[in-house]
């Protein structure tokens, strides 16, 4: 999940998407807003079960590993559990 600072927002003017915490923002592909906003308690699995769906070509797994990881790095990702 994403911590309780963080957020993800549609920026209209930019045509951006956006994750935005207090020490800046990520602008996102339209992957990484996808997986942005599947962040909401599912598991891993869960989560790219339903990218697979979204996005033909497929995403690999590897790829949204990587990206969450480098989320949790930021300190922008919390485990559900710790609700």
């Not at 549609?10 to 339209?30: A, C, I, K, M, S």
């Not at 869960?46 to 300190?75: M, N």
Request: net charge negative; charged share 30%.
């Amino acid at each position: 999940m994403l911590v309780r600072h963080a957020r993800y927002r549609w920026d209209e003017l930019r045509r951006q998407h956006q994750l935005v915490f207090p020490e800046g923002l990520l602008v996102l592909n339209e992957t990484g807003a996808a997986i942005v906003n599947r962040c909401d308690g599912r598991s891993t699995e869960e989560l790219i079960a339903s990218l697979r769906e979204q996005f033909a070509e497929g995403v690999p797994a590897g790829d949204v590993a990587g990206f969450l990881e480098r989320l949790a790095q930021k300190g922008l990702l919390r485990d559900a559990d710790d609700s």
